[in-house]
């Protein structure tokens, strides 16, 4: 072979082994995942009703305090439990409702410090007609600011009954919210963001019939230090020993209860327990909302119970408080003070 040869030959093998280099890295490139989309805040609101496994109905157990079953009433197979106030109940009807009302506001940011705010909704109310439409629960969330999600939960449904049902039970409450931590994670969209769900404080606003699984929540919900505050708005009638308690022994926590006239003299009684328990209290909102801090607001006599969450003292009161909790900003730049009440 002529050296002529020679060099048209490992020319002709240097393209072949360039061309199957160029090759290999083709389809290396084509079969190589694609790179991650970075965790990010939310481009747009989400919100739906969820169902859940953990939730305060259906309820098989006893009503407490009381030797009896809860579902105290039957009609062949169907059960019931007398309400006091509202008669008759069916199971079927009124107790069997396992969703949840979740909402992730436009901007929420797992990569910042979040909070989760759960909502237990009074008496004669639904998720969707009550919470979501006439108190405007999802959007007050959203307006306040902070980086926070909301999770309000079914009660008895359209009815006459402050029952907490699974929420009386021990422990329960802290099973519901590690759900909520799944599910949120899941309406978000992204695995990623399951750490901050799932490690988030909770601030518990109960309004109305809400004071009695808040009661319950706080002396057995087991949730611990994670339960970083309550707010009450014209919700407190009743168990106020319970209220009493946890104040005592959790001086870390804040609290703040809005009242009209249908309160005030349960407020009364819980202020005399908190200072027989040494338990310092202001009665006007603090511009913070921090460690320790206990305040009772008096809305006046002319509120109406109904129109609590969005027209008592200030408007939208639910959207004023949270605004005070310092620490949870969602985009760094949140403007404090309540909006006065339109006349």
Do not use: C
Request: charged share 20%.
């Amino acid at each position: 072979m002529s050296r002529r040869t020679h060099i048209v030959v490992a020319a002709l093998a240097a393209g072949v082994a360039v061309a199957a280099s160029a090759l290999t890295l083709q389809d290396a490139a084509m079969s190589a995942p694609a790179p991650k989309r970075e965790l990010a805040s939310l481009s747009a609101s989400k919100t739906a009703l969820v169902p859940f496994d953990v939730t305060p109905f259906p309820y098989r157990g006893n009503t407490p305090d009381k030797n009896r079953p809860f579902l105290d009433v039957q009609d062949g197979e169907r059960l019931g439990h007398n309400s006091a106030r509202g008669g008759t109940y069916w199971e079927d009807q009124t107790y069997s409702d396992q969703r949840v009302l979740l909402h992730i506001p436009k901007g929420f940011d797992p990569r910042r410090p979040a909070l989760m705010i759960v909502f237990l909704h009074g008496n004669g109310a639904t998720l969707n007609r009550d919470v979501r439409q006439r108190q405007a629960v999802p959007r007050q969330v959203t307006e306040s600011g902070l980086n926070a999600v909301l999770v309000a939960p079914q009660f008895a449904v359209n009815a006459l009954d402050s029952s907490a049902g699974r929420f009386w039970e021990p422990g329960v409450f802290a099973q519901f919210v590690n759900e909520a931590g799944e599910r949120l994670t899941q309406l978000y969209g992204d695995e990623r963001a399951r750490g901050a769900f799932q490690s988030a404080p909770v601030v518990i606003a109960a309004y109305s019939g809400g004071y009695n699984p808040t009661a319950y929540i706080l002396s057995g919900g087991g949730l611990g230090d994670r339960l970083r505050g309550v707010l009450l708005f014209d919700a407190l009638f009743g168990e106020q020993d319970k209220f009493a308690g946890w104040l005592a022994g959790h001086p870390a926590a804040f609290f703040v209860s809005a009242y009209g006239k249908a309160a005030r003299d349960d407020n009364a009684t819980l202020q005399h327990m908190l200072t027989e328990r040494g338990v310092s209290f202001q009665k006007t909102l603090p511009a913070n909302l921090t460690r320790g801090n206990v305040a009772f607001i008096a809305a006046g006599d002319d509120v109406n119970h109904d129109d609590f969450m969005t027209a008592s003292w200030v408007n939208d009161p639910l959207k004023v408080m949270l605004r005070r909790i310092t620490g949870f900003s969602r985009s760094g730049n949140i403007t404090t003070g309540a909006a006065p009440k339109k006349k």
